[in-house]
């Protein structure tokens, strides 16, 4: 079963038995040129409210990028309404493989400068100049080549739990750091390598394969609807399977299992973990990986500090907080001292 771009009628009707009475989570993204992204982003939101679309949506001069989910039966009036958007018509949506009623709670159709942060001034190089696409069966043969660089382009934290056999994983916070760390690894290879890249849903790739022709790159490859639409087309065609461990996502599942293997541990004990949570402390909030059991003794806490914090009357929190309530951008993401086992 394709889910994607040419999903027939027949193969909708079996998506749907499928799912039943249940929502689908799904992910799309589309680089256009929007003249008024708030116009734009009203005709959304009133459309998909009325339809129970539930995710996070972001808009902007440059395109759309959706996280979003939705009831089952309402997934025919939902492709209709793409359809009908002469930019979305046909775009590939990203089917997730395990559905969740909760994976979204509100529907947020955000206008935002760009779709992604990615840090890049796009006037300096031509977006449009992508990187050649591969599905999930021409990528692994050419990860298989010797002279192929395979290049994880997402953070630390997502790579952590998850990412393809022998990947170069950058330990970066941001997508512009790992350009730049990329771009001085293989700055003497720029025209006989060949670079092939990858992220959660293609959309990160779709930028730096541009980018990375822009600076002198000859053979640029990206995986066409990332690790997503990969899982995807592994388990419909029984191709082999390159990745191992979990796809980390941004809605509230932090990660989709791809293979039984746990390739993380645990950031307080050292156990073999990859569950990812958000330190209980409202002020904190850092992104890091617990075990259950450091779970239960830390009242799901990053460092003992955050736990007495919480034991405080609410109060007493907010006024902690006040002056330091920009402690989560000090704290980089997934990323503390208090932390013996993360790497
Ligand atoms: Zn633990
Ligand atoms: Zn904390």
Known sequence: MQLYNTLSAKERAALLEEAGQDRLTLSFYQYAKI????????HLFIKWNELQVLGRIYVANEGINAQLSLPANQFEAFKEFLDGIYFLEDVRLNIAIEHDLKSFLK????????????????????????GIHVDAEAFNALIEDPNTVLVDM??????EIGHFKNAVTPDVDTFRDSLDIIEEQLK??????????????????????AYYKHKGFKNVFQLEGGIIEYARQVENKGLDNKFIGKNFVFDHRRGERITDDVIAQCHQC????????????EACHLLFIQCEECAKTMDNCCSTECQEIIKLPFEEQKALRAGTHNSNKIFKKGRSEKLKFKK
Do not use: Q, W
């Open 35 to 42: 003249g008024n992204p708030e116009l734009f982003r009203n």
């Open 107 to 130: 529907l947020k159709v955000k206008v935002r400068n760009k779709i992604v942060a990615d840090g890049l001034n796009d006037e300096t190089f031509d977006v449009r100049n992508k």
């Open 154 to 159: 997402r953070n630390h934290y997502e790579s």
């Open 188 to 209: 003497d290879h720029k025209e006989e390598k060949k670079l092939v890249m990858y992220c959660t849903g293609g959309i990160r790739c779709e930028k730096a394969s």
């Open 270 to 281: 050292g156990t073999a973990c990859d569950n990812h949570t958000n330190c209980e402390n």
